[in-house]
């Protein structure tokens, strides 16, 4: 759906974003992340076409962006800002027309899209007199009014509580039910291992991780299993070292040593097993690590 190559920015010198290329695809969910300062926002707004590149290309579809592509697109930015002395439903029906939707039918989107938030009794109230949380699922809203073929959402669940968080992420995924494409930028990598299909890591503006998560997990999985069940046996041929975690067992394995092995030593014994999976690390683990490296690799603090 859109595609960045070798995309360049400065601000005084100082290179935001280095050579930084991706492509999303239609439909998926695709992870935009870094560190603070790694250049995210300045990828995305460069994206939008609020910053212009000083050199690479972004294009739509196969095409140049234009105004009629940008129209596709929902944004929700960090730094949150709506009109504040708009009343709630006046806001999303305004900001709807803006993207090319007539205004009746704009603000019939917006009351049923409050209504899906549980914010329909709020819809006369004026932006100011909203709860943070209230104004929070209201800039997301506004993201979606138009019916947007592309969200591109930075921070998305901000200063939200469980159950909205939950809630945003519903309708996040009823969207990409629909064909929708999402490019989610978050610190929160729980909601990135839950929600994303592929991922891409920005460091110091340069691109340090990019792929299918579960191919990076892979990759960068010990060679280790991860089991419930209430004790092990005496002796475990081919396991190097073993790791209580809570009520599982994490075995690291020699090299040579077939997971399947493991298994069958286990049933063997009589073990009754709950659970058996190949170990693969956290999202926020290998995130640490490879930020970590590319820092000192370059001279910088992560």
Sequence with gaps: ??????????????????????????????????????????????MMDILKPDSGRITWQGRPMTKASQSRIGYLPEERGLYRNFPLLECLTYLGALKGLPRAQARQRGMALLKRVGLADYARRKIKELSKGMTQKAQFLAALVHDPDLLILDEPFQGLDPVNTDLLKTILLEEQAKGKTIILSTHNMNQVEEMCNRILLINHGRAVLYGPLEEIKARYAEHAVRLECDALPPELPGVQRIERRNDAYELVLERETDPQTILRHLVQAEVQVRRFEVATPPLEEIFIGVVGQTSEGLGGEP
């Excluded at 935001?16 to 695709?30: C, K, M, N, P, R």
């Design 1 to 46: 759906m859109i595609q960045v190559e070798n995309l360049v920015k400065h601000f005084a010198g100082i290179k935001a974003v280095d050579g930084v290329s991706f492509a999303v695809e239609e439909g998926e969910i695709f992870g935009l992340l870094g560190p603070n300062g790694a250049g995210k926002t300045t990828t995305i707004r460069c």
